[in-house]
């Protein structure tokens, strides 16, 4: 089980699987996932919207690991100038962004050295092998809720964890269950028609199809709890 927070928002995975010697002729080289299940879950603390998919894979490389850090998982690209020095925040050219924390890293530490200042960065997308988008229906149409936009500046992409703990191909299959944390589910979704997608991606970045939930409200996916 994995956590990670993103500015009050925590992130949980549950795994469950199988893993076959001799793989049936269906199991994909690309992760294949279904959608399986989407459940709303209150609590006196942070509220829970949890969505599970079902996975196969014919290698089994799906999972990072906390030490998963370097290239290609290295969760940030710095950008450079044309003579490759870092750009700070006091010497930004027009087109770059104003400050905000998804765009700009205070103090990092790069090759084991601080550096005092405020840098632009990408956000490297490969950081991450679970991939969450929301949609919102309104006027019979469905437009992305950007939670890297403003206000939020931050991201319901995570990770979950190595499936296997050898690097020895071997297919599997199973169910993730992805929990996201929040106690702002309710305020900003009301009583709004919501769907989400969700990818996954193994270690090679081979990227899952993308599969959707169903047309939900919270009321309608609230699990009761005792």
């Known amino acids: 089980m994995r956590f990670k927070n993103y500015s009050g928002i925590m992130l ?17 080289s690309i992760p294949a996932i279904e959608f399986s299940t989407i459940e709303y879950v209150q609590t006196p603390a942070q509220d829970s919207l949890i969505v599970s998919v079902d996975f196969k894979d014919a290698e ?19 950008k450079r100038d044309a003579a490759g020095n870092l750009i700070t925040y006091s010497k930004r050219p027009p087109e770059a962004p104003s400050y905000n924390p998804i ?3 205070v103090d990092p530490i ?3 050295t601080v550096v005092k200042d405020t840098v632009w960065v990408e956000q490297n997308e490969d950081q991450y092998n679970i991939f969450v988008r929301f949609y919102i229906k309104r006027n019979g149409k469905f437009t992305e ?12 992409n995570g990770r979950f964890p190595r499936i296997l703990t ?3 191909g071997q297919a599997v299959e199973g169910n993730i269950k992805y929990r996201m944390l929040s106690s702002g589910w309710e305020s900003i979704f009301r009583t709004d028609t919501l769907r989400i ?6 270690r090679a970045l081979n ?9 939900v409200t919270l009321r309608q996916i609230t699990r009761n709890t005792p």
């Open 12 to 28: 949980v995975t549950a795994l469950s699987w199988t893993s076959c010697i001799s793989p049936p002729d269906n199991f994909p």
């Open 60 to 78: 089994g490389d799906l999972g990072l690991s906390s030490t998963d850090i370097n290239p290609p998982f290295n969760p940030l690209i710095y």
């Open 103 to 105: 765009d700009w890293v």
């Open 110 to 112: 790069i090759n084991n």
């Open 145 to 156: 809720f950007r939670w890297q936009d403003p206000p939020f500046y931050t991201t319901f």
């Open 166 to 168: 050898t690097e020895e």
């Open 197 to 202: 997608d969700v990818e996954i991606q193994d």
């Open 207 to 215: 990227r899952s199809n993308q599969v959707s939930s169903p047309e």
